[in-house]
T-cell receptor, first 113, second 110 residues
Framework: ETGVTQSPTHLIKTRGQQVTLRCSSQ?????VSWYQQALGQGPQFIFQ???????GRGNFPPRFSGLQFPNYSSELNVNALELDDSALYLC????????????FGPGTRLTVL | GIQVEQSPPDLILQEGANSTLRCNFS?????LQWFHQNPWGQLINLFY???GTKQNGRLSATTVATERYSLLYISSSQTTDSGVYFC????????????FGKGITLSVRP
């Protein structure tokens, strides 16, 4: 059973650019959530996808958007990058039968200059 | 929304010592997880424990849901236990989002 994977590992962008981060869910999981972790803080919930539909959103502006694909992989897109978007972005998947247990990927570290 | 507080914020131990990490939460929950974040940022699941007691090797956890707290016990600590420990809760609702505490930074000295 493969775990949650994310790509890329690290990314450097400049202010105003757009970025796409990718996540492959653990086998058998159909729910994916994205979190942002600023330096020295706990992760903050961005949004969740279930069966390709957004299933809840945290306190993030619309320039944060996502997709979930039929194979349950997912993308996080951020437009008009700001310096404060610099953070570790974590993807978590959970199986439908145990929807409350979330398993995290290794994260993508985004730096906005 | 639900609030999560972890204490102490920092903990320094000598190898072999025992420790207790605490998580308080402000409302009833239907999920509570403890994670260990390694230096590379990976969040490792330690326990899924919305109530009761569980043990896994040198680690154990207890959640008293009626009193809204959870404890993580580390016995005979090792240098590899160093890192940040997070408690995260799901207060229920349409989605299973986790609300995290600020974490406890544990340093185990040889």
């Amino acid at each position: 059973e493969t775990g949650v994977t994310q790509s890329p590992t690290h990314l450097i962008k400049t202010r105003g650019q757009q970025v796409t981060l990718r996540c492959s869910s653990q086998s058998g999981h159909n729910t994916v959530s994205w979190y942002q972790q600023a330096l020295g803080q706990g992760p903050q919930f961005i949004f969740q996808y279930y069966r390709e539909e957004e299933n809840g959103r945290g306190n993030f502006p619309p320039r944060f958007s996502g997709l979930q694909f039929p194979n349950y992989s997912s993308e996080l897109n951020v437009n008009a990058l700001e310096l404060d978007d610099s953070a570790l972005y974590l993807c978590a998947s959970s199986p439908r039968t145990r929807v409350n247990t979330q398993y995290f990927g290794p994260g993508t570290r985004l730096t906005v200059l | 929304g639900i609030q999560v507080e972890q204490s102490p914020p920092d903990l320094i131990l000598q190898e072999g010592a025992n420790s207790t990490l605490r998580c308080n939460f402000s409302d009833s929950v239907n999920n509570l997880q403890w994670f260990h974040q390694n230096p590379w940022g990976q969040l490792i699941n330690l326990f899924y424990i919305p109530s009761g007691t569980k043990q896994n090797g040198r680690l154990s956890a207890t959640t008293v849901a009626t009193e809204r707290y959870s404890l993580l016990y580390i016995s005979s600590s090792q240098t590899t236990d160093s890192g940040v420990y997070f408690c995260a809760v799901d207060g229920g609702g349409a989605n299973s989002k986790l609300t995290f505490g600020k974490g406890i930074t544990l340093s185990v000295r040889p």
